[in-house]
């Protein structure tokens, strides 16, 4: 069945470094693709999305290409703040209403 | 941007007792909700899908008796665990669609609810 990997947290980083949290999937036919972050005490929010391959989905400064031909979909960020400190999940939705959630990444950035 | 509440946020109870959780879509009307659970370290699991008026659809695995989903109207939707009891302690999670509004089935989540049965 439809599936999505993401990498182990906790990451941890200074402010300004570079951020790669790795994603890849699995699917039938042509998902779209979602990341979404979940600050402390909070909903989840959509972070970015990406509906066909060679898409780029970006926000608040993340980025994420559908990469259709390694199936990925690794969230980047050139400068990381103290405040973009969470829980980063990717998801797919393949099909109807189903969303396909990662197990989630926490980020840690200290000042 | 739409907002979704639940509630409580935190529940303890003992075990063998009901507790219903509350989810509702604050400033939009939602054709459909979700609810997931989560376990620590954990992807969210959907449990069930529901759309208003009508049965709610649950996953493969979810006890429908277990866990009662009623999406009365278009702003609410309650999720019972009935007979609680310590392995149902989690983390529980719902969701909101408009597709009316976005067209783009974009879900947005409620702040969650943590179970505990003692």
């Known amino acids: 069945g439809d599936s999505v990997t993401q990498m182990e947290g906790p990451v941890t980083l200074s402010e300004e470094a570079f951020l790669t949290i790795n994603c890849t999937y699995t699917?039938?036919?042509?998902?779209?693709l979602f990341w979404y972050v979940q600050y402390p005490g909070e909903g989840l929010q959509l972070l970015l999305k990406?509906?066909?391959?060679?898409d780029k989905g970006s926000n608040k400064g993340f980025e994420a290409t559908y990469r259709k031909e390694t199936t990925s979909f690794h969230l980047e960020k050139g400068s990381v703040q103290v405040s973009d400190s969470a829980v980063y999940f990717c998801a797919l939705k393949a099909g109807g209403f189903k969303t396909i959630f990662g197990a989630g990444t926490r980020l840690f950035v200290k000042a | 941007g739409a907002v979704v509440s639940q509630h409580p946020s935190r529940v303890i109870c003992k075990s063998g007792t009901s507790v219903k959780i509350e989810c509702r879509s604050l400033d939009f009307q939602a054709t459909t909700m979700f609810w997931y659970r989560q376990f620590p370290k954990q992807s969210l699991m959907l449990m069930a899908t529901?759309?208003?008026?009508?049965?709610?659809?649950?996953e493969q695995g979810v006890e429908k008796d277990k866990f009662l989903i009623n999406h009365a109207s278009l702003t609410l939707s309650t999720l019972t665990v009935t007979s609680a009891h310590p392995e149902d302690s989690s983390f529980y999670i719902c969701?909101?669609?408009?597709?009316?509004?976005?067209?783009?089935?974009?879900?947005?989540f409620g702040p969650g609810t943590r179970l505990t049965v003692l």
């Open positions: 699917a039938t036919g042509y998902p779209s």
């Open positions: 990406a509906t066909k391959a060679d």
């Open positions: 969701s909101a669609t408009n597709d009316g509004v976005t067209g783009t089935n974009e879900q947005f």
């Open positions: 529901s759309n208003e008026g009508s049965k709610a659809t649950y």
